[in-house]
């Protein structure tokens, strides 16, 4: 007689054989990148006066993101990692793409190449995108960072960037800042994200 897996039991074995990715620097990133794609599309389908408050939310939306990856979660990746050259390609994508945010925070819907500027945008953070999602966060799931955690230390950047932030959690982000975290099982991990920081500037200037 053939042995049957109750749904119970499917459910179970997914559950441990797929990484609880919920409320993680990683899940915070795809969600940006969720919102950001949305406001290509409201700007695809907008008039010319909408485009102009359209592009001003991509900009905000898009380097508060960077920030968030560039301060936060490249570094600590970065030190968990022998082959940086991924996450060293990611940077170079954020500088062009911050050399467009740049432009188009100055200029006015109504502006020659207004529209071909962020039209190139869009294609940039897609490839941006694209690549992140299919090679650089499985990596960092499959590392020993803390995600959860790194996640709670950008949500705190993030609401201190945005204004929405609490003199406790911009407090509780200026102690923290620098420090990735590893999962562990317990005790005093301090020194260990210290030294971390350390190996992943080192690698950046090697």
């Known amino acids: 007689m053939t042995k049957r897996n109750s749904p119970g039991m499917i459910s179970r074995i997914v559950a441990r054989l797929t990484p609880d990715t919920e409320g993680s620097a990683t899940a915070m990133l795809k969600s940006d990148h969720r919102k ?8 695809d389908d907008a008039g010319a006066r909408q485009r102009g408050r359209i592009a001003s939310r991509t900009v905000e939306e898009l380097a508060v993101h960077a920030t968030l990856e560039e ?17 060293e390609c990611a940077e170079e994508e954020h500088g062009l793409m911050k050399k467009l945010l740049e432009e188009l925070a100055g200029m006015t819907s109504g502006a020659p190449h207004f529209e071909a500027k962020y039209q190139v945008l869009k294609e940039i953070v897609r490839h941006h995108v694209r690549e992140e999602e299919a090679q650089i966060f499985p990596t960092a799931e499959a590392t020993e960072l803390d995600l959860k955690a790194l996640g709670e230390q950008m949500q705190s950047r ?3 960037l945005t204004g929405r932030g609490t003199r406790e959690q ?13 999962k562990t099982g317990g005790g005093s991990s301090g020194g260990k994200q210290r030294a971390a920081v350390a190996r992943g500037k080192a690698k950046r200037q090697g």
């Open 170 to 182: 911009r407090r509780e982000h200026r102690s923290s800042r620098g420090a990735p975290k590893r």
């Open 71 to 87: 301060e936060i979660f490249y570094p600590a990746l970065e030190a968990e990692l022998e082959d940086v050259r991924p996450v």
């Open 158 to 160: 993030k609401a201190e």
């Open 36 to 43: 950001v794609e949305d406001l290509f599309a409201e700007f």
